[in-house]
């Protein structure tokens, strides 16, 4: 049985989200998950269609759980919007052709690695979507006006920019490794009116390279100008503007390693190699050597199989302590492959995310603890019915995957789900390690995006 659509009304800063769209036809909108993004473009849409607009059908590119599941669902969760015809192009080959073969629907929605099949399916010329919405848009920050440069998905989609006269960014985090993530999403926008004709002029104009060592630093200044260029064509929504929320209460949770472990990484610092156990494993750069140091810092080590080396199990026993301490549900982000099972032995209770059921699980608060990668739980789904506590196992250098997967169940959606409790976030940090240095600079990427947030913000 069908469940019952919801009466749709639209917060306030909905309201102000859909005239911005409405009368901007191409912008971004950026806000933390949980704002209701989607809501505020169906109801843009909605408008649209009543309007009798000619620019239909939309459609939605985003990351595939989204594409799949969060747009449907968020159509046929509202009455408002049940007169529009949502259709989804994934799965198999076969199954989108016959979506696209199907009775003419309102907005298609389609997964960010089907997509340059899409265009070459369509073919020249052929394009029909007059209205685009670039879901999570940082899929794009990496696209440049040299083929051999870009993206493979965002260059196809560049061929047919041209053809989509209304186009929306969606994102929460618009700059997560900060504003040089911001050309390649705005070209889409305006074809580089507003940031440079390419990337490098962008660079060149707003930031300055250490000719020894590589670092991007920003002129005086750049950022305002940045801001400034922006500010007619992007709306940003913050927590602080619109609720009244607590920020969460953040602790890190020291992490001593073990004397043979501390050696071995001392090691690996040092020569960019290590022996563990017989087994010779070797950084063949200052990338891969940041990446085996976040490896050994959180309890392993792969090898050049990618067989994965157990070195120390300190930070389970942190882990212990805070289970202990807590005594309430808790969300275990983790990054390792070889993370995941390694706390389920600690922790057998524990449930590794696998899909849907176990997040309806989790919801129904059903389990105690929850191991969850980012990568597979960090876009478009919800997560805070379960608890309020999430603690990060593993440090990554990801600004963008950290903040999404906070937000699953931050403050924000904590309030619109009616829980007035305060969100928990813990972080296992080994001392003395790389484990330090991520977090350190995962803050300060989020503090520049949080800066960009800010000057693009309307506050009611």
């Known amino acids: ?46 408008i649209l269609k009543l309007a009798g607009s000619n620019f239909f059908p939309a459609l939605v590119v985003a990351p595939k759980n989204v594409a799949k599941n969060v747009w449907t669902n968020e159509g046929t969760k509202w009455d408002r919007f049940e007169w529009l015809k949502v259709r989804t192009i994934t799965g198999t080959r076969e199954q989108r052709l016959a979506a696209m073969r199907a009775p003419k629907a309102d907005v298609y929605t389609i997964n960010y690695e089907n997509l340059e099949w899409l265009i070459r399916t369509l073919g020249p010329g052929n394009w029909p979507f007059k209205i685009v919405i670039a879901d999570e ?23 047919v920019v041209q053809e989509t006269g209304r186009w929306v960014n969606l994102s929460g985090t618009p700059a997560p490794n900060g504003l040089k993530d911001l050309w390649g999403q705005f070209w889409f926008v305006d074809f580089g009116a507003r940031l440079g004709r390419t990337y490098t002029a962008y660079m060149d104009k707003w930031f300055l390279e250490n000719k020894y060592t590589r670092k991007i630093t920003m002129r005086e200044d750049a ?5 400034e260029r922006l500010a007619d064509v992007m709306l940003a929504l913050r927590v602080e503007d619109w609720f009244d929320i607590d920020k969460p209460v953040r602790t890190v949770k020291s992490v001593t390693l073990p004397p043979e472990a501390r050696a071995a990484y001392d090691e690996m610092e040092r020569q960019f190699f290590v022996e563990w156990k017989n087994t010779p494993i070797e950084a063949f750069n200052a990338g891969a050597k940041s990446q085996k140091l976040l490896e050994l ?68 608060g059903k389990i105690d603890m929850l191991l969850l990668n980012p990568a597979e739980g960090g876009h478009g789904l919800d997560f805070q019915d379960g608890g309020r506590a999430i603690c990060h196992y ?4 990801d600004a963008e995957l950290r903040t999404q997967v906070n937000e699953r169940i931050g403050p924000v959606r ?7 409790r305060g969100v928990l976030e813990y972080y296992l940090v080994a001392q003395g390690t790389v484990d330090e240095e991520a977090v350190e600079r995962v803050d300060g990427k989020i503090s520049v995006q949080d800066a960009l947030m800010l000057a693009r913000s309307r506050r009611h």
Request: glycine share 6%; aromatic share 10%.
């Open 297 to 364: 810092a959180s309890g392993s080590i792969y090898d050049e199989h990618g067989t994965a080396h157990e070195v120390h199990d300190a930070k389970n026993e942190v882990l212990q302590e805070l289970v202990d301490e807590l005594q309430e549900p808790l969300m275990v982000v983790y990054w390792w492959k070889f993370d995941a099972p390694r706390i389920k032995k600690a922790f057998p209770h524990a449930r590794i995310y696998r899909g849907e059921q176990d997040r309806l699980d989790w919801q129904a």
């Open 414 to 420: 904590q309030f619109q789900s009616g829980h007035d």
């Open 394 to 397: 593993s440090q990554i250098w």
């Open 137 to 159: 848009s940082t899929k794009l920050k990496n696209f440049r006006m040299s083929a051999g440069a870009a993206g493979v998905r965002s260059q196809a989609l560049s061929h």
């Open 1 to 46: 049985m069908a469940a019952e659509r919801k009466i749709f009304i639209p917060r306030e800063y909905q309201d102000l989200s859909a005239g911005f769209i409405l009368d901007t036809p191409r912008c971004m909108l950026a806000a933390p998950p949980g704002f209701g993004k989607t809501s505020i473009v169906y109801l843009v849409l909605d």
């Open 223 to 227: 950022d305002t100008e940045i801001h």
